[in-house]
């Protein structure tokens, strides 16, 4: 079998619509894990609730994400789509790892801010909303942005749980034609198109707050 | 005054130069770290080189071991070029084989002492005998075994670096470099790093180095009084040139240039 | 629970499929990271666009797209039939071993140029310095990332049961479909997975200890296994997927 380029040009529309979900998935579940984490991070420093929300993220971090998705998929009552579980899934997921990010981020930030906070008797908002987390988040944004990027090919796995991005459209046009060859290529060749620019990017970024 | 001669019985103007640099330039960028440097080392010389720093001293020695290259002029080492290499009737820059070849008679110890933490002090000390230069095992240990007893650190032939203080560290250092009996040794620094009680033993070392061999020394030392004594020459460097040569006593006693002695006066005092 | 021991043997041969592919996919990205990585330290231009070519194009390739490339494009490439559990074994070791190509040429970088200075000195050759000197230094620096690669690699085995094998995730599956009990279903595997990684995670924590030992640097707080326990950092520059 060799290339046809005529089925190629056919299947391009399939495929940008599955590209559209993949970005509306990444997008939604990105936003989900960077407050859901925010969160955890903050929770993990409450005493009781913490080490719970700790064991609770450690399971997740340490399990696959597939068995996740397809878990959570399974158990979801049928009025929730399938995109809503994989967004979910997906944000819960890597909220595991951008909590991680936060709180070494705000163990970076030097005692010496804690104790200037403390001189001023700054209230507990202010400390954290304006000295302690602009500080923090600022130190993190490049290890943030990694986690998009690593996000965005994670989507792929939704196409077990019948979410209708890239991955699925190809494999469906597999299905109906018997050719699994140019669709393949091409999803392929998305995520080059996606993953090596934004890794260029990701790479100035850290290079221009690595500066601070 | 250093107890040997350089090249004892012969006349050092003489004899064929074992260091030579001629022309030799070496930028950084903008900036001009040596200019036009010609100057010659004999064999069995020991040279001390001053100067404040960024005065060009260290570059050098690095040059020498070809941790630098140069931006222009040749270095002649025991009448080889060793920046350059003869292609066809001409010279060329060095490749990294030729290189390889020349510098095997040179050695170096650095200020940071520089040991590889992997390795014990016998390891660090046969690494280079046994693989650089081919000898067999056997022969590196006990040559390693003599070195050690010289530097006064027999019994800590299988330690590891981290268990050494600064100063046992550096003479472990001598005694690695000495272990691939260069004909020359290069001493960059090696006592700047060190906690004051602990530069004695090092320059003591050195001195016996100094006294029974006849190892040609290039230092660069912030050690007046230890130059003094081991060195046949010293050279006063300011902003990549040669201020002054001359022998230590005349250096250090009757410095006749006016950049030297406002260095001294600043260093001594 | 009487669920899931009923089902002990099934779900031990997916188990065991599991480790299998994450061990021989290890092993795989093992050598092509140390192999590329080292390439991109050289000087030469070529080698480094090579390294570079690599890192960038397997990085940037989800693994679960490349796995089904390989399973169902390829055969339609070539005259060739692609056994399921090597085309996961060779995705995952591409895959992975490009994250860890990177890994092993920051760390050989960060070997202080001092010590390249020193190998100078003694004469040393390229292959010499690299083996004796430099590799056993990075070593020790290589060896959390590569601890949480290991991880994601395991957890990224699970992408095998979409194209056929009987791994961990296949029989949970299975035996959702024939009980319909999803949740005990899913719970053992889950279990199993968790279990697992602290295994890894136990070991990798080991050759650290040793590999720091090596290099003359007692650990911290030290010693006990109850140390070892603790979580792999996840560091600001990326932690988990790199």
Redesign the interface.
């Given at each position: 079998m060799t290339w046809d380029w005529y089925f190629t040009g056919q299947i391009i529309p399939d495929l940008l619509r599955g590209l559209v979900v993949t970005v509306q998935a990444t997008l939604l579940g990105y936003v989900l894990a960077l407050v859901l984490g925010l969160a955890v991070a903050l929770a993990r420093r409450v005493p009781v609730v913490g080490t719970a929300v700790f064991a609770v993220m450690e399971f997740i971090r340490c399990t696959p994400l597939l068995v996740q998705l397809v878990f959570v998929f399974y158990l979801a009552p049928s009025y929730v789509s399938a995109f809503t579980v994989g967004v979910a899934v997906l944000g819960v997921h890597y909220a595991a790892y951008t909590a991680e990010v936060y709180r070494s981020g705000i163990e970076g930030v030097p005692p010496g801010q804690w104790e200037a906070c403390r001189a001023l008797s700054l209230p507990a908002h202010r400390t954290w909303g304006a000295v302690v987390l602009p500080q923090a988040v600022r130190k993190v944004i490049p290890a943030l942005g990694n986690y998009l990027i690593a996000m965005f090919k994670d989507t792929p796995l939704l196409f077990a749980i019948t979410v209708g991005e890239l991955m699925y459209q190809a494999s469906r046009i597999g299905g109906v034609h018997f050719r699994y060859l140019e669709a393949m290529t091409l999803v392929g060749l998305f995520f080059l198109l996606v993953s090596v620019p934004s890794a260029i990017i990701i790479r100035q970024l850290e290079r221009r707050y690595a500066a601070v | 005054m250093p107890q040997s001669e350089p090249s004892p019985g012969t006349d050092q103007h003489e004899q064929e130069p074992l260091i030579r640099f001629d022309g030799v330039v070496k930028r950084f960028g903008a900036n001009t770290v040596l200019d036009h440097l010609d100057f010659t080392v004999a064999p069995g010389e020991r040279v001390t080189l001053i100067g404040p720093s960024g005065s060009g001293k260290t570059t050098i020695l690095r040059l020498l071991?070809?941790?630098e290259q140069v931006t222009n002029g040749v270095i002649w080492v025991g009448g080889e070029p060793l920046s350059h290499m003869h292609r066809g009737g001409r010279l060329v820059r060095a490749n990294e084989q030729h290189q390889?070849r020349v510098?095997?008679q040179?050695?170096?110890v650095?200020q940071?002492f520089?040991?590889?933490?992997?390795?014990t002090v016998r390891q660090n000390i046969t690494?280079?005998p046994v693989?650089?230069?081919g000898v067999p095992r056997v022969e590196a240990d006990r040559r390693a075994a003599e070195l050690l007893e010289m530097v006064d650190l027999a019994d800590k032939i299988d330690a590891?670096?981290?268990?050494l203080s600064g100063g046992q560290q550096q003479r472990v250092a001598i005694a690695?470099?000495l272990a691939?009996s260069p004909r020359i040794l290069l001493l960059d620094e090696v006592t700047s790093a060190l906690d004051p009680e602990l530069v004695t033993g090092v320059l003591d070392v050195l001195r016996t180095v100094a006294e029974t061999t006849d190892i040609t020394m290039l230092l660069v030392t912030h050690e007046m009084q230890f130059a003094r004594d081991v060195s046949h020459r010293v050279l006063m460097f300011d902003q990549g040139r040669i201020v002054e040569e001359g022998p230590p006593e005349q250096i250090f006693g009757d410095p006749r240039q006016e950049r030297t002695r406002a260095f001294l006066h600043a260093v001594l005092d | 629970m009487d669920f899931f021991i009923d089902r002990l043997p099934l779900y031990l041969s997916g188990a065991g499929t599991t480790l299998v592919i994450t061990l021989l996919g290890a092993a795989l990205a093992f050598v092509l990271a140390m192999v590329v990585g080292l390439l991109g330290t050289l000087r030469n231009l070529a080698a480094r666009a090579v390294a570079t070519c690599y890192t960038e194009t397997f990085r940037g390739v989800a693994a679960l797209v490349l796995m089904y490339w390989m399973a169902f494009a390829i055969p339609q490439l070539t005259p060739y039939e692609i056994d399921p559990v090597f085309a996961a074994v060779l995705a995952l070791g591409l895959n992975v071993g490009a994250y860890g190509a990177e890994v092993v040429r920051a760390a050989v970088n960060a070997v202080p140029p001092t010590q390249i200075e020193a190998t100078v000195a003694l004469n040393m050759s390229w292959w010499r310095r690299t083996w004796a000197v430099v590799l056993p230094q990075a070593w020790a620096q290589m060896l959390p990332t590569f601890g949480n690669l290991v991880i994601e690699l395991m957890k990224a085995t699970a992408i095998v049961s979409l194209i056929g094998v009987a791994d961990l995730t296949r029989i949970a599956q299975e035996q959702r479909a024939a009980t319909g009990e999803t949740i005990a279903a899913f719970t053992g595997a889950l279990v199993v997975y968790f279990v697992i990684a602290q295994l890894l995670i136990v070991g990798m924590r080991l050759l650290e200890r040793r590999a720091n030992r090596r290099l003359g640097r007692l650990p911290a707080s030290d010693s006990g296994l109850w140390s070892l326990l603790r979580p792999p950092p996840v560091t600001a520059l990326g932690g988990g997927r790199r």
């Open positions: - | 071991m070809t941790l390889r510098r095997r040179i050695g170096m650095f940071q520089n040991l590889f933490p992997n390795m690494e280079g693989h650089s230069l590891h670096p981290t268990q690695r470099a691939m | -």
